[in-house]
């Protein structure tokens, strides 16, 4: 099992984009692999698959690379992905503590 820092140190090793495009390229290979969890479960939903463990490892797979795409938008933001949790964590707790988990928008 890798660490956060263990991953994040393979990500650095892997990624090979223009510098001068490094946000535009995360965060479009992040959108485009999210596109394809996504996709995945319509054609579920579609029916061509008869329960979603037949796409399950699937799936897993393309979480893997969005995780990837999230992991190097970070690294480009100059953050870690321990940051990005812990900050998510936060905000989560604090709309459960304050009933607002429903809703829309980032002011809840």
Known sequence: MYSDEQYEALVRKT???PDNAK????????AS???????????FI????????DIREKIIDELGDVLWYIAALSIEL??????????NAEKLNARLNENKI???????
């Open 15 to 17: 990624k090979i984009y």
């Open 23 to 30: 946000y535009t390229y995360a965060a479009l290979g992040l």
């Open 33 to 43: 692999e999210a596109g394809e969890v996504a996709g995945k479960l319509k054609k």
């Open 46 to 53: 579609r029916g061509d698959y008869n329960s979603i463990d």
């Open 78 to 87: 100059d953050t870690t992905l321990d940051e990005v949790k812990t900050r």
């Open 102 to 108: 429903k809703g829309e928008g980032d002011e809840r």
